[in-house]
T-cell receptor, first 115, second 115 residues
Framework: EAEVAQSPRYKITEKSQAVAFWCDPI?????LYWYRQILGQGPELLVQ????????DSQLPKDRFSAERLKGVDSTLKIQPAELGDSAMYLC?????????????FGPGTRLTVT | AQSVAQPEDQVNVAEGNPLTVKCTYS??????LFWYVQYPNRGLQFLLK????DNLVKGSYGFEAEFNKSQTSFHLKKPSALVSDSALYFC?????????????WGAGTKLIIKP
């Protein structure tokens, strides 16, 4: 069964450092999502791509976060500089398309700890 | 405004008993409803969805959910709980009138199945 791949699974970094996360969606999935999840809470959408285009980044803290999906396949989320409040699980998901009835498939996540 | 409510932070059920995890929603248009499950330190897994048609939807691992339009609810159910069902469950909804197709997430319900 196809899966969404994410790396690294765990990352510990010091505040003010740069950190990057990678995601490879299920093959053929046009829509890719990056979420942030605080322990015990629901996921918060950071950015949504349709192919290589950003369709929603309204919740992305653009002063420090950036995301790209250059060839419309895999994607990178970067934080620079990291802050203590960025400690969270970062989840990547993909769906066949962005229409109303397609479910999202999630990767295992990257747990970020900022010290 | 669109919203999802999961009124119980935690649900405790004895193994073998039926379980229900509650979800209510508020949208302007037709609702497109989803349930996801998250095991510890893992990404979210899709369980089932309601798009249209039969109000009782069957999904993975023996779970089902009943769509009730008059009560704006989409409760998750299972006839006989297993200890392995212990996890965090999230309800999510898309609003058919939302051109952004944003997925609105509930806060999650922790399900604990006791042997």
């Amino acid at each position: 069964e196809a899966e969404v791949a994410q790396s690294p699974r765990y990352k510990i970094t010091e505040k003010s450092q740069a950190v990057a996360f990678w995601c490879d969606p299920i093959s053929g999935h046009a829509t890719l999502y990056w979420y942030r999840q605080i322990l015990g809470q629901g996921p918060e959408l950071l950015v949504q791509f349709q192919d290589e285009s950003v369709v929603d980044d309204s919740q992305l803290p653009k002063d420090r976060f950036s995301a790209e999906r250059l060839k419309g396949v895999d994607s990178t989320l970067k934080i620079q500089p990291a802050e203590l409040g960025d400690s969270a699980m970062y989840l990547c998901a993909s769906s066949l398309d962005q229409s109303l009835f397609y479910e999202q498939y999630f990767g295992p996540g990257t747990r970020l700890t900022v010290t | 405004a669109q919203s999802v409510a999961q009124p119980e932070d935690q649900v405790n059920v004895a193994e073998g008993n039926p379980l229900t995890v509650k979800c209510t929603y508020s949208v302007s248009g037709n609702p497109y409803l989803f349930w996801y499950v998250q095991y510890p330190n893992r990404g979210l897994q899709f369980l089932l969805k309601y798009i249209t048609g039969d109000n009782l939807v069957k999904g993975s691992y023996g779970f089902e959910a009943e769509f009730n339009k008059s009560q704006t609810s989409f409760h998750l159910k299972k006839p006989s709980a297993l200890v392995s069902d212990s996890a965090l469950y999230f309800c999510a909804v898309r609003d058919g009138e939302d051109s952004n197709y944003q997925l609105i997430w509930g806060a999650g319900t922790k399900l604990i199945i006791k042997p």
